[in-house]
C-alpha cells in the first residue's frame, strides 16, 4: 500500500500555519510527573522541517469548498471576538508552565512521535512501532486534511495572536514563518480533529475520548499563542467534511481496514498518562 511521497513546499500551501517544531513527544510525555507534580517533561527540539511530505487520498480537485463550509471570522466588536480576545489571555497567562509543554508536544505533525499525541485517548499506544498501520493512515490523511483551509486562508489573511500580543509563542522557531501564513481557519486544528474521527471510528469504545483529545490537541494553537479559539472552531468544522471525501476513497477504505485488522490482532502497548492529564485538565474550562 506505499504510494509515492508528495513533497509540498509549506508557505506555497499555507502550511506554515501550523506552527512546526519537531519536539519528540517520546521525550516530552512519556514519563509520568514526581509524586504531586504536573509538570511535563520536555525534550530538546529538533530542527523545524520545512516541507510536507505525505501521502494524498483526495488531491486540490476533491478537496470540499473551505469557503463554502466556514463564515467569515469574528467581525469587530461581535461577541465572537470578545470571546476570542477573552481566550487569547487566559491562554497567554499559561506561558511556561505545563499546558503549555503540551503545545508545544502538540505542534508536531512530522516527527516520528507525532500521532502518539492520541496514545492517551485510545487507551493504548498509537506509533509507528506499536501501530504502524494506523500510523501510515493517520499521516496519510494529513496533506488533504491541512491543506484543504489553504484558499479560506489566504482569503481571509487574518492576523495570528502573536502578532497582536507581542507576546512568545511555543514554537519560536516557527515564527517568522507564521508571522506571513493567514490565522483563520487553523489546519493544524483540522488535521488534529480529522485525526482524531478517524481513531473514534477505528476504536468506537473510546470515542468522546478520542474526540475530546481532538479538541484539545486543535486548542493548543490558542495555548501556544498562534490562533484565535474561533480559527480553531472553524479548521475543526472541515474536518468531518474532508473525512467524507475520504470514505468514498477506495484506497483510504482499504488502508482504514488495514489499520482495523491490526488494532484488533495487535497487544496494547498502554501510555504513560498522568502528565498529560495534569496539562489537559488546566484548560478543560477555557476549551471552545
Known amino acids: 500500500m506505499r504510494t509515492a511521497t508528495v513533497v509540498v513546499a509549506l508557505v506555497g500551501f499555507g502550511i506554515a500555519g501550523f506552527g512546526i517544531g519537531g519536539f519528540g513527544r517520546a521525550g516530552a ?4 510527573p514526581p509524586p504531586g507534580g504536573t509538570a511535563v517533561a520536555t525534550a530538546a527540539p529538533a530542527a523545524p522541517v ?15 469548498d473551505a469557503m463554502a463550509l466556514i463564515a467569515s471570522p469574528p467581525a469587530e466588536g461581535s461577541e ?3 470571546r476570542d480576545r477573552q481566550l487569547e489571555a487566559a491562554a497567554l497567562a499559561l506561558q511556561g508552565g505545563p499546558r503549555w509543554a503540551l503545545a508545544r508536544a ?8 507525532a500521532t502518539g499525541a492520541f496514545s492517551c485517548a485510545a487507551g493504548r499506544e498509537i506509533s509507528p512501532a506499536a501501530t504502524p498501520r494506523v500510523d501510515s493512515l493517520l499521516r496519510a490523511t494529513m496533506s488533504d486534511l491541512g491543506r484543504v483551509s489553504g484558499a479560506a486562508k489566504d482569503h481571509y489573511a ?4 502573536f502578532a497582536g500580543n507581542g ?24 488535521i488534529g480533529y480529522g485525526w ?14 478520542l474526540l475530546a483529545r481532538g479538541r484539545a490537541f486543535g486548542d493548543s494553537r490558542r ?10 472552531a472553524a479548521g475543526q468544522a472541515l474536518a468531518a467534511p474532508v473525512l467524507e471525501r475520504f470514505r468514498q476513497d477506495p484506497v483510504f477504505q482499504a488502508d482504514l481496514a488495514a489499520a482495523w485488522a491490526e488494532l484488533r490482532a495487535a497487544r496494547p502497548v498502554r501510555p504513560s498518562c498522568a502528565g498529560e492529564t495534569a496539562a489537559l485538565a488546566l484548560t478543560r474550562k477555557d476549551a471552545p
Open 167 to 190: 507576546r512568545p509563542i511555543c514554537t519560536p522557531e516557527m515564527e517568522q514563518a507564521l508571522r506571513g501564513n493567514g490565522s483563520y481557519p487553523s489546519g493544524h486544528a483540522t
Open 80 to 82: 465572537a471576538l470578545r
Open 29 to 32: 510525555l512519556a514519563a509520568d
Open 106 to 113: 502538540d505542534a508536531d505533525l512530522w516527527s516520528a512521535a
Open 196 to 209: 482524531a474521527l478517524i481513531l473514534a471510528d477505528l476504536i468506537p469504545a473510546r470515542r468522546a475520548a
Open 223 to 232: 495555548v501556544c499563542n498562534v490562533h484565535f479559539a474561533s480559527d480553531i
Open 50 to 64: 520545512a516541507t510536507l511530505g505525505a501521502r494524498s487520498y483526495l488531491g486540490p480537485a476533491r478537496w470540499p
Open 158 to 161: 487574518r492576523q495570528r495572536p
